[in-house]
Nanobody
Framework: QVRLVESGGGLVQAGGSLRLSCVAS????????VGWFRQAPGKEREFVAATEWSRGETYYRDSVKGRFTISRDNANNAVYLQMRSLGPEDTAVYYCATGDNLLTNSDFTQYAAWGQGTQVTVSS
């Protein structure tokens, strides 16, 4: 069973950058996608970006397009989220998740695995 561990969160000023990492213990099946989600205080968890593990196609929510880049390292079972031009609205706990239904099922509880999350705080 795949287990995910995120890292790279922290406190950054508005306009700054952070790079989040998500490392899987165990191989990620080729049919899976890996995605980043975030949850701000008092708000619902929302999709941020995802990549298909085998093909590498990428997907983003509109508000992060052009600022965030998701990438994968298949050899090291890792996925990264490079975040630039951060604003206070990006403050949240960021989670990575994986599953073969990640791109087709909006029910987050149905994904195969979630990480524990990493806090990103952007000060204005």
């Amino acid at each position: 069973q795949v287990r995910l561990v995120e890292s790279g969160g922290g406190l950054v000023q508005a306009g700054g950058s952070l790079r989040l990492s998500c490392v899987a213990s165990g191989s990620i099946p080729s049919t899976y996608a890996v995605g980043w989600f975030r949850q701000a205080p008092g708000k619902e968890r929302e999709f941020v970006a995802a990549t298909e593990w085998s093909r590498g196609e990428t997907y983003y929510r509109d508000s992060v397009k052009g600022r965030f880049t998701i990438s994968r390292d298949n050899a090291n079972n890792a996925v990264y989220l490079q975040m630039r031009s951060l604003g206070p609205e990006d403050t949240a706990v960021y989670y990575c998740a994986t599953g073969d239904n990640l791109l087709t099922n909006s029910d987050f509880t149905q994904y195969a695995a979630w990480g524990q999350g990493t806090q990103v705080t952007v000060s204005s």
